[in-house]
Each structure stands twice: as structure tokens, then as C-alpha cells.
């Protein structure tokens, strides 16, 4: 969280996506080493070189949203963020499944820390190579002018100042909304993300390693819903009601963890069907991670270009502090009060941030949807003029050619 706040917020969109993404890529591979290396020397280097790791990675995201908000029109945004968050939903479920292999291959974890080392690494030299322009402009190509219906009402992709960057959004209630959508889907992503493995043990027929394995499918699952999820909001339908969209997926999410909190608060101590609560998880993951994953394409909506960084530095920081909860809240309703009731917290933050979603909707996008309608009207008129004020230029030429062919007759 406090690498979100300190490099991912101004200083991210002053300088713009690129030189933090490879500086994040530099720092991650150098912390890494740090970590492999003191890992049987001092535990005080080894707490140093994780805290400073995860700071370092921390500012990756907010960069990358940055870039993309730099390069892609906003027509597409949904595609790309979906893209974009592939990188930590199936990348996580490929990451498991191969430093599992090595771990079960004989690797130590120091040779699995300097495995990702060394991977980074290239991939830093190849972002590198890659990013090496700026901007649509510095290869040739117009820049991406945005809209300007965001909380800054700009279409620049640099702030002036900290206060410009800052003060609009202490004012805006499409922001203010945003934090509290991160919040509760945050809250429940990162309680799943953290438990299913133990759940499942627990409360299924598999053994610890199955069970590991078995949570994979929830991940991958839930890379396809924002796959999905992205596509359709760039859809001309959903375009401007996104948030109803997400509201939508909100829905179906209640029913899979009403169902499931329902089958646990009747069983009890007793052990549920395997393929039973897969399908029921596998629903979760697909109803929760699209509208979790578009929660950074909604910030982009807020931002434009200008505090593209900012507001999505600050959505994630906010939604990760009201979620650090999750683990005490959910460890000890599970001990004291079994799993059924914790499937009931996350109903309740699902119904909760499904509320939020269509406050959103009707105060934010249907708004916009009236200011673009005018402005439509507005354009379409200046058009009418404009076509009048020829067609009578017209006329006026015509006849003044005519009274001169007939005064030369």
C-alpha cells in the first residue's frame, strides 16, 4: 500500500508509465536476489528485502494503467484492462502450477527466488526494448485525445501540481463511490483468494496438495470473466452503464455464496460434495473477478489521462487498508463460528458493494449519459447552422452571378 502512495500516485503521472514500469522491473529482480541471498544470513535483510520488493512491485500496476490510458482510446479500455489483468490472473495460476513442479523436482526455495530473478530480469530488458517511446506521437501516430468528462474535465496526460492532481478528487462522488466499490470487492477477493486453499481441505475429500491444486481453477475461471467482463463494456450496449453491468455479475455472485453459506450452515462439522463446491467456488470466481478486475476501468473513466496513476494508486490502496481485515475477520468466524457464516460476511459486502454499483449508475453514468445527449444535440445544431448558413452563401453567389451575366448582356 505504501508503494502505491508514494510512486504510484504523482509521481507516476508526472513522469509517465514507462521509466517506473522498468525501474519497478529493475527493483524487483535486484530485491529478489537480496531476499535468496540473506535468506540463511539475517532475518532482518530477508524482512528488508520482501517489504521492499512488494513496494517495488507495488507501483507496477498504477504505471501500467498509465501507459494504457496513453496509448488506447477509452473506446477500448475495457479490453485492455482485461488484457492487462491476465498477467496476475493466469499468471498467478501458471506460477503456481510451475514453481510446484520445482518444488516437487528438488528446487530450494532460494533456487526458486533466483529462478524469478533471472526471469524478471529478462522480461525487464524486453519491456525495455518495447516501451522505449513515450507516446503514440513519438512514433508518428496522433495522440490519444481521451474525453474530457472526467472529474479533471482535461484531456492532458501530465498535472501540473500535486494540488491539481489531488483537490478535484476530494470533491468527486464518482471517486468517493469507486473506494467503496474496491472496498467490499476487495474484501471478498482477497478473503477467497487467501482461504479456498484451507477450505477446501477442510471441507471437501481432498488431501492439502489436491486442494491446492484445486483452487487453481477458481483463478483461471475468473481470467476469463474479466476477458468477458472487458469485452462487453467496450460493447456499444454497456458502454455507458458499466456499473449496471457489474451490478449484474454482483447479483449472481450473492446467489453462489448464498448457496454455498446456505449447504454450510445446514452440514455443519460434515464434509460437502468435492465436485459440488468447485462448481459453486468456480461460480464465485466467475461472478467476482470480472467486476473486480473493471474497477481499474472505471478509475480510468474518473481520470482520463491526466491522474490516470493517482486515482488508480488510490483505489487500490484504499480497497487493499479496508480489506487487510479479512484475514482476522474470516479466521476467526471460521473457528468460532464455522465456514457457513463466513460465506454470509461475503454475501452481505457483495449485496453492500452491489448498492454502491447502482448508486454509480444512476447518479454518475446516467448523468453523463444526459451531458453526452446534449452534447449531441448541441453539435447536431452548430451542424444545422453551419449546412443553413451555406446553403444561403449559396444562393447569395448564385444570384450575384446571375445579376452579373445580366449586366453583361
Same mark, same amino acid.
Given at each position: 500500500?505504501?508503494?502505491?502512495?508514494?510512486?504510484?500516485?504523482?509521481?507516476?503521472?508526472?513522469?509517465?508509465?514507462?521509466?517506473?514500469?522498468?525501474?519497478?522491473?529493475?527493483?524487483?529482480?535486484?530485491?529478489?536476489?537480496?531476499?535468496?541471498?540473506?535468506?540463511?544470513?539475517?532475518?532482518?535483510?530477508?524482512?528488508?528485502?520482501?517489504?521492499?520488493?512488494?513496494?517495488?512491485?507495488?507501483?507496477?500496476?498504477?504505471?501500467?494503467?498509465?501507459?494504457?490510458?496513453?496509448?488506447?482510446?477509452?473506446?477500448?479500455?475495457?479490453?485492455?484492462?482485461?488484457?492487462?489483468?491476465?498477467?496476475?490472473?493466469?499468471?498467478?495460476?501458471?506460477?503456481?502450477?510451475?514453481?510446484?513442479?520445482?518444488?516437487?523436482?528438488?528446487?530450494?526455495?532460494?533456487?526458486?527466488?533466483?529462478?524469478?530473478?533471472?526471469?524478471?530480469?529478462?522480461?525487464?530488458?524486453?519491456?525495455?526494448?518495447?516501451? &522505449?517511446?513515450?507516446?503514440?506521437?513519438?512514433?508518428?501516430?496522433?495522440?490519444?485525445?481521451?474525453?474530457?468528462?472526467?472529474?479533471?474535465?482535461?484531456?492532458?496526460?501530465?498535472?501540473?501540481?500535486?494540488?491539481?492532481?489531488?483537490?478535484?478528487?476530494?470533491?468527486?462522488?464518482?471517486?468517493?463511490?469507486?473506494?467503496?466499490?474496491?472496498?467490499?470487492?476487495?474484501?471478498?477477493? *482477497?478473503?477467497?483468494?487467501?482461504?479456498?486453499?484451507?477450505?477446501?481441505?477442510?471441507?471437501?475429500?481432498?488431501?492439502?496438495? $489436491?486442494?491446492?491444486?484445486?483452487?487453481? %481453477?477458481?483463478?483461471?475461471?475468473?481470467?476469463?470473466?474479466?476477458?468477458?467482463?472487458?469485452?462487453?463494456?467496450?460493447?456499444?450496449?454497456?458502454?455507458? &452503464?458499466?456499473?449496471?453491468?457489474?451490478?449484474?455479475?454482483?447479483?449472481?455472485?450473492?446467489?453462489?455464496?448464498?448457496?454455498?453459506?446456505?449447504? $454450510?450452515?445446514?452440514?455443519?462439522?460434515?464434509?460437502?460434495?468435492?465436485?459440488?463446491?468447485?462448481?459453486?467456488?468456480?461460480?464465485?470466481?466467475?461472478?467476482?473477478?470480472?467486476?473486480?478486475?473493471?474497477?481499474?476501468?472505471?478509475?480510468?473513466?474518473?481520470?482520463?489521462?491526466?491522474?490516470?496513476?493517482?486515482?488508480?494508486?488510490?483505489?487500490?490502496?484504499?480497497?487493499?487498508?479496508?480489506?487487510? %481485515?479479512?484475514?482476522?475477520?474470516?479466521?476467526?468466524?471460521?473457528?468460532?463460528?464455522?465456514?457457513?457464516?463466513?460465506?454470509?460476511?461475503?454475501?452481505?459486502?457483495?449485496?453492500?458493494?452491489?448498492?454502491?454499483?447502482?448508486?454509480?449508475?444512476?447518479?454518475?453514468? &446516467?448523468? &453523463? $449519459?444526459?451531458?453526452?445527449?446534449?452534447?449531441?444535440?448541441?453539435?447536431?445544431? *452548430?451542424?444545422?447552422?453551419?449546412?443553413? *448558413?451555406?446553403?444561403?452563401?449559396?444562393?447569395?453567389?448564385?444570384?450575384?452571378?446571375?445579376?452579373?451575366?445580366?449586366?453583361?448582356?
Amino acid at each position: 500500500m505504501a508503494g502505491k502512495l508514494m510512486g504510484g500516485t504523482y509521481l507516476t503521472d508526472r513522469l509517465g508509465g514507462r521509466p517506473v514500469l522498468i525501474v519497478t522491473g529493475i527493483g524487483t529482480v535486484i530485491f529478489t536476489l537480496l531476499f535468496a541471498i540473506s535468506g540463511s544470513k539475517s532475518y532482518a535483510m530477508m524482512l528488508f528485502s520482501w517489504a521492499a520488493n512488494r513496494m517495488a512491485q507495488s507501483c507496477a500496476w498504477p504505471a501500467l494503467i498509465k501507459s494504457i490510458s496513453v496509448w488506447f482510446d477509452p473506446s477500448s479500455h475495457g479490453r485492455i484492462v482485461a488484457a492487462a489483468s491476465t498477467s496476475y490472473l493466469f499468471g498467478d495460476a501458471v506460477v503456481r502450477l510451475l514453481y510446484g513442479a520445482l518444488l516437487a523436482s528438488g528446487w530450494t526455495w532460494e533456487g526458486i527466488f533466483y529462478f524469478g530473478a533471472v526471469s524478471m530480469a529478462i522480461i525487464t530488458i524486453f519491456a525495455s526494448v518495447g516501451l &522505449r517511446h513515450r507516446d503514440p506521437t513519438s512514433i508518428g501516430e496522433q495522440a490519444i485525445v481521451g474525453t474530457s468528462s472526467n472529474v479533471y474535465h482535461s484531456t492532458s496526460d501530465k498535472p501540473e501540481s500535486f494540488r491539481d492532481l489531488i483537490f478535484p478528487l476530494l470533491k468527486s462522488l464518482p471517486f468517493y463511490l469507486l473506494l467503496l466499490m474496491s472496498i467490499g470487492l476487495t474484501f471478498i477477493r *482477497e478473503t477467497l483468494r487467501d482461504w479456498i486453499p484451507l477450505f477446501l481441505e477442510e471441507k471437501t475429500h481432498l488431501t492439502q496438495s $489436491q486442494a491446492a491444486l484445486a483452487s487453481t %481453477f477458481y483463478i483461471i475461471v475468473g481470467g476469463f470473466s474479466t476477458l468477458l467482463v472487458g469485452n462487453l463494456m467496450d460493447s456499444k450496449k454497456f458502454q455507458s &452503464r458499466k456499473a449496471w453491468l457489474m451490478g449484474i455479475f454482483l447479483i449472481l455472485l450473492i446467489i453462489f455464496l448464498s448457496i454455498l453459506s446456505i449447504i $454450510q450452515i445446514i452440514v455443519g462439522d460434515e464434509k460437502i460434495n468435492t465436485v459440488l463446491a468447485l462448481v459453486l467456488l468456480c461460480g464465485i470466481g466467475m461472478t467476482l473477478t470480472g467486476p473486480y478486475s473493471m474497477t481499474a476501468m472505471i478509475s480510468l473513466e474518473i481520470s482520463g489521462k491526466k491522474g490516470a496513476s493517482t486515482v488508480n494508486s488510490l483505489n487500490d490502496a484504499i480497497g487493499y487498508a479496508g480489506a487487510a %481485515f479479512s484475514g482476522i475477520a474470516t479466521g476467526t468466524i471460521a473457528t468460532e463460528m464455522g465456514w457457513g457464516f463466513v460465506f454470509v460476511l461475503l454475501t452481505v459486502f457483495a449485496a453492500m458493494t452491489m448498492v454502491t454499483m447502482l448508486v454509480y449508475n444512476i447518479f454518475v453514468e &446516467r448523468k &453523463r $449519459q444526459k451531458e453526452i445527449g446534449f452534447r449531441i444535440i448541441d453539435e447536431n445544431s *452548430e451542424k444545422s447552422e453551419r449546412e443553413d *448558413e451555406d446553403e444561403i452563401q449559396l444562393e447569395e453567389n448564385i444570384l450575384h452571378q446571375t445579376a452579373t451575366i445580366e449586366d453583361s448582356t
